[in-house]
């Protein structure tokens, strides 16, 4: 019975911390982008749609390929989910195969391990279904990104608000949305460790959980800020895609 309390203290307090750098992350990325690595990753992809759309005929096949590329990266990434899935699958069919019981220190139990596996491969799926929307974004872009803009409407949005016409803001939107989903099935990868070490006990999983935030806060939290904002372009910036993107 005591070390069952193990797991119900220390492994909710491991969960709860990386949910709350988690949390903590999406307001620095929503508030302030210019201080986090995704902040900064997607105001530039933006400026790299609008490079690339100015000059289809020339930028097209480069523009292609670097979509690809991340497509590429998104379906490894789906595919080892997958496979992971199915490998917990059948560990948990044959009842968890040989338990390490002898090294956990916690609850052993056979509800403890089909916890345990479950919570992994839930884990595993869901990182699967974020890469495959990750795929679908990009698969999107990679035929919006193509398409000429209208040289009518450029500096000018009120003289077409009447034709139906696409703009860079949107396919950038599809581009960032494709490497949104691309993150968080990272995330859900790097959720898997400390499940995985749970199986080893609560303590590996709670000291993994700590290790993790450490590690991700310096990966995703940039120190080297270096913004250089220019007055007239940043309002023409403005008046182009709206008053939603104020510098």
């Not at 100015?54 to 930028?59: F, I, L, M, P, R």
């Not at 096949?61 to 496979?83: F, G, K, P, W």
Request: charged share 15%.
């Amino acid at each position: 019975m005591e070390k069952q309390v193990l797991d119900y203290m220390l492994v909710p307090t491991g969960l709860l911390l990386m949910v709350a750098y988690h949390i903590w992350l999406f307001y620095q990325v929503v508030k302030h982008p210019s201080t986090t690595v995704i902040g900064i990753n997607a105001v530039n992809r933006r400026f790299w749609v609008r490079a690339m759309m100015e000059d289809a005929s020339k930028n097209g096949v480069l523009a292609v390929q670097t979509l690809r590329n991340n497509i590429m990266a998104s379906t490894l990434l789906a595919s080892t989910a997958i496979m992971l899935s199915s490998l917990i699958a059948v560990l948990m069919t044959n009842g968890g195969g040989n338990r390490p019981a002898k090294f956990v220190y916690g609850d052993h139990s056979d509800l403890g391990f089909s916890i345990k596996f479950f919570s992994i491969l839930v884990c595993f799926l869901v990182a699967f279904l974020l890469n495959v929307q990750s795929i679908r974004y990009y698969s999107h872009a990679s035929i919006l990104i193509n398409v000429p803009l209208d040289k009518n409407c450029r500096g000018n949005p009120n003289g077409c608000r009447r034709r139906l016409h696409l703009t860079a803001e949107y396919v950038g939107r599809t581009v960032n949305m494709g490497s949104y989903f691309w993150s968080l099935g990272l995330r859900a990868f790097y959720f898997s460790f400390p499940l995985f070490l749970w199986i080893f006990g609560p303590i590996p999983m709670f000291v993994c959980c700590v290790v993790l935030v450490f590690l991700l806060y310096f990966l995703d939290v940039t120190f080297d800020i270096g913004w250089v904002v220019d007055e007239d372009h940043c309002k023409e910036d403005e008046e182009i895609n709206g008053a939603s993107n104020k510098c």
